[in-house]
């Protein structure tokens, strides 16, 4: 009996309670959910001060643009400007290979380094010979027969034909000479003898012939000799694609080689190609040096240290950097918890850095971590429709 006394009693007093809590907890609820839910209007997205959903979004300063710089992958190439590969064009077999043909020797601007003895060559001087005969024949006919037209001795048709024959044997006579000239032999005498000479000065890098070889001039394959002047080269350049806004011609690059870590190497860009790489994803741009020392070697892989000079007025983190409708964007914190979208144009970027111009200044607040949560907050508002649109 005394039991159901004390329940009657406390039984209201409970409910009330329970009903307190419940009723509290719900509007907390409320409260919660009412502060997590953001705004949106136009271009901005504003949070609640209390909302749980600004922890998502972390925010990195814009700082003083410092120089582009780019540290890049190379290789080391014979500067073409001052190389030359050396193919005859005509066959036959070789007879002496000089001490200037010897691999590494330098060489002298058409200095012989090697002898050929070549059918073509005696086809061609035999050719210029005839030719030269032919016109000295030709041109005494002419000149006869002029003087008979005058004296009445020859019809002026004969006198015509002579002159044509004339014509045609200088002319058969000029294009045997230029084929003598261009082989540079002697037009003189056949002795079917071919000079390899050396176009230009340099060292003998490359050489792929010795004596007594049977050579085809339609064989194709490597040249029989590579001459350059190693003090010039050339530095071919990886550039990734989202740094070529960075690097144009004209810029300077600082060469390192594991060979000589204490010496830098001063060059210049002075070609961009055209086309990117499909697998790396890379650009070739190549950089001429001087290479007086001669410790850079042909084919040596070295360290490209690009400085771009392209002025820019802040560095944002790349990270911050998104891409909306072909456009790149970013937020800036504008606000105490507030973010608003804003398109940006960089003049140079590397992995770690993009450079502005203008559109963003010093100490701004950019997010780099929540951008496309925010980007979908506004997305989702912008497919509501208009009256279920919350408003600030």
């Avoid at 001795?153 to 045609?168: I, M, P, T, V």
């Amino acid at each position: 009996m005394m039991t159901m006394k004390y329940s009657h009693f406390y039984s209201p007093l409970l409910i009330g309670l329970l009903i307190a809590i419940v009723v509290s907890g719900c509007k907390n609820n409320e409260d919660v959910s009412a502060s997590d839910e953001p705004s949106v209007s136009g271009l901005n997205v504003k949070f609640d001060s209390k909302s749980a959903s600004l922890k998502r979004i972390q925010t990195a300063a814009a700082i003083d643009a410092q120089a582009a710089t780019l540290v890049l992958p190379g290789r080391i190439t014979w500067d073409e400007d001052h190389t030359s590969r050396i193919i005859p064009t005509v066959s036959g077999r070789f007879v002496e290979i000089p001490k200037a043909g010897q691999l590494g020797a330098n060489v002298k601007p058409q200095e012989a380094l090697a002898y050929l003895l070549s059918p073509d060559v005696g086809t061609a001087q035999t050719e210029a010979i005839s030719a030269q005969a032919a016109l000295v024949q030709a041109e005494k006919n002419y000149n006869r027969l002029n003087e008979l037209v005058v004296e009445k001795g020859a019809s002026l048709k004969d006198a015509e034909q002579a002159k044509s024959d004339y014509e045609h044997a200088k002319a058969d006579a000029v294009r045997a000479q230029l084929r003598v000239d261009m082989l540079g032999v002697n037009s003189n005498s056949v002795d079917q003898r071919l000079t390899v000479r050396s176009p230009i000065a340099g060292v003998i890098v490359e050489r792929n012939t010795n004596p007594a070889l049977e050579w085809r001039a339609d064989q194709g394959g490597a040249p029989l000799f590579t001459v350059t002047d190693p003090t010039y080269l050339w530095c071919q350049i990886d550039i990734p694609e989202q740094a070529i806004d960075s690097v144009h011609s004209g810029v300077k690059v600082i060469v390192h080689s594991n060979a000589w870590p204490q010496e830098n190497f001063e060059a210049v860009i002075d070609n961009i190609g055209d086309s990117i790489d499909s697998s790396s994803r890379t650009i070739k741009a190549r950089a001429h040096l001087r290479n007086v020392n001669r410790h850079l070697k042909n084919d040596m892989y070295v360290t490209a240290v690009v400085v771009s000079d392209i002025k820019a007025k802040v560095d944002i983190p790349a990270k911050a950097v998104f891409l909306n409708n072909n456009e790149q964007q970013v937020f800036v914190k504008t606000a105490e918890g507030v973010f608003t979208r804003k398109v940006i144009k960089p003049v140079a970027s590397t992995d770690q850095w993009v450079s502005l111009t203008q559109g963003i200044n010093k100490g701004d607040q950019v997010v780099v971590d929540g951008a496309l949560y925010l980007e979908q907050i506004i997305e989702d508002a912008t497919q509501q429709p208009a009256s279920d649109k919350p408003k600030l």
